[in-house]
């Protein structure tokens, strides 16, 4: 069983304790939301089936185009970032971020999430 | 090469991705996914992007296959793959009249969006308990015979009626651009 109060709270210290982040979520690869932090102008149930059509898309992309085993998708606009990534199986983590936030740092923080989160929803 | 695009909708499990799999030319790029909700009792796999398949008609004309995913939080795919149809399809699975509701909902939607040629095909019609195309027509709230669109049966793992649909549908297209 996942516990997701648990989940919520490790997405909120995420959200909450990186510079630039403005929002999280943590969805089925069938898009449905698990546990997020959204921007309350967001809708949740439309932001999971985004980021799962996505990031399948991606996945898709990787293996009919010879890109292999795909690390993340990364959407950058002029106001901001969002990155999908595959968080163990069957899981999707959306990360949004905004312009400010160096990139390095940005991937460096959503690989440690993503390991700790896989951890908990294994 | 004149391409038509064509959009296939309808219900969860109605046969979209079936539908399309079986007529493509072409290895099927699939977005398929484990179910994790109640759909799983109905399948394991759904769509959560779209099915893109290919089908050659003769040296001019070429159709391509949109599939789209059946839930309703997916309908930001409805949207981009409607957007650029040419005519569509919308599958409703006869033997399972609890979801003719969403059915409509989703043949709303597209009439909400773009004034196409379509028609609706009907599934699973050997099944149990499946509706005939006059009852189903009711049910999809279209009351009017002579100005509904045209309902046919259709086995979307049978390639010769897949391909039957299509052609009804295209002759929709061409008596439209007439």
Known sequence: MIQTLTLNDVLQQFVSGTPNIQGAALVSSDGLPLSSILPASMDEERTAAMSAAMLSLGERIGKELSRGVIERIFVEGDKGYSIMVGCGEDIVLLVLADKQAKQGLLFLEIKRITAKLAKMVA | MEAFNIAITGNVGAGKTSFIKTISEIEVVSTEKKASDEVNQLKHNTTV???????????????????????????????????????????????????????????????????????????????????????????????????????????????????????CLLEQLMMANV
């Not at chain 2, 949207?79 to 909902?105: M, S, T």
């Not at chain 2, 196409?116 to 027509?137: F, K, R, S």
Request: one cysteine or more; proline letters at 4%; aromatic letters at 10%.
């Open chain 2, 49 to 167: 992007a779209l099915d893109f398949g290919r089908l050659t008609l003769n040296a001019e004309q070429v159709l391509y296959l949109y599939g789209t995913p059946g839930q309703n939080r997916f309908d930001f795919m409805w949207e981009i793959i409607i957007e650029k149809a040419h005519a569509y399809i919308v599958l409703i699975d006869a033997h399972r009249p609890q979801d003719f509701y969403n059915g409509r909902r989703i043949f709303n939607f597209m009439q909400s969006k773009v004034n196409l040629p379509m028609i609706i095909g009907l599934t699973h019609t050997d099944c149990e308990g499946a509706w005939e195309a006059d009852d189903v027509a009711l049910a999809l709230g279209l009351k009017n015979r002579r100005r509904r669109p045209p309902i046919i049966t259709v086995n979307a793992s049978d390639s010769s009626s897949v391909a039957n649909s299509l052609i």
